[in-house]
């Protein structure tokens, strides 16, 4: 089993639409988690970062976690093309050590 | 946020030579900064733990004699990939980690360098 894993995709919607990405980590003691957004060929870029059990929202982004599920969710309300792109889920346990899933591909559609 | 610098942002280098890449925090103190590689299509694979003024901490199966890291202040780590192959050849990602406003690790969040893209013929 992967220490964090992310839902396969690639996941298309169309421009407008709410977008669903997905990830589940097997370490418990896991304390920091991240979503970060890669275009090709470009180093990452963090986006959203959660802590604490519930929703977390910037702008159209939200971020939810669910720490006795070991689940935590990223929704893009009214995707854009823009926001077309692999989008990474990072778990860690301390300072600034991260594991990261293999990624989700979204393609926004306009 | 916080500016983390990498360069080269890409080389090309003969095969046995060594290449050499520099990560720095330009706005902040690093204490600690980290090494990734990610091949196409993969994700990041963390290859080493960098930590100023001391030796750095390797991931498993990565090997130490062929990935040197100094981190010899708080501002600049490097990466020489010696004896390079082209199975080396790979995107080399450097993080930095700012303490969060409230000191407490948990706020910690890594910032990330441009990344440099090593090709290896």
């Known amino acids: 089993q992967k220490e964090v894993e992310q839902n396969s995709g690639p996941l298309s919607v169309p421009e407008g639409a709410i977008a669903s990405l997905n990830c589940t980590y097997s370490?418990?003691?896991?304390?920091?988690f991240f979503w970060y957004r890669q275009y090709s060929g470009k180093s990452p870029e963090l986006i959203m970062s959660i802590y604490s059990n519930g929703d977390k929202e910037d702008g159209r982004f939200t971020a939810q976690l669910n720490k006795a599920s070991q689940y935590v969710s990223l929704l893009i309300r009214d995707s854009q093309p823009s926001d077309s792109a692999t989008y990474l889920c990072?778990?860690?346990?301390?300072?600034?050590?991260?594991?990261f899933g293999d990624g989700t591909t979204l393609t926004v559609k306009p | 946020g916080a500016v983390v610098s990498q360069h080269p942002s890409w080389v090309i280098c003969k095969s046995g030579t060594s290449v050499k890449i520099e990560c720095r925090s330009l706005d902040f103190q690093a204490t600690t900064m980290f090494w990734y590689r990610q091949f196409p299509k993969q994700s990041l694979m963390l290859m080493a733990t960098s930590n100023e003024g001391s030796k750095a901490t390797y991931e498993q199966g990565v090997e130490k004699d062929k990935f040197l890291i100094n981190h010899a202040s708080l501002t600049l780590s490097t990466l020489t990939v010696t004896s390079a192959h082209p199975e080396d050849s790979s995107f080399y990602i450097c993080s930095a980690t700012k303490w969060g406003a409230q000191g407490r690790y948990r706020d910690t969040e890594a910032f990330f360098g441009q990344g440099t893209r090593l090709t290896v013929v």
């Open positions: 990072a778990v860690s346990p301390n300072a600034g050590k991260s594991t």
């Open positions: 370490d418990r003691g896991s304390q920091s």
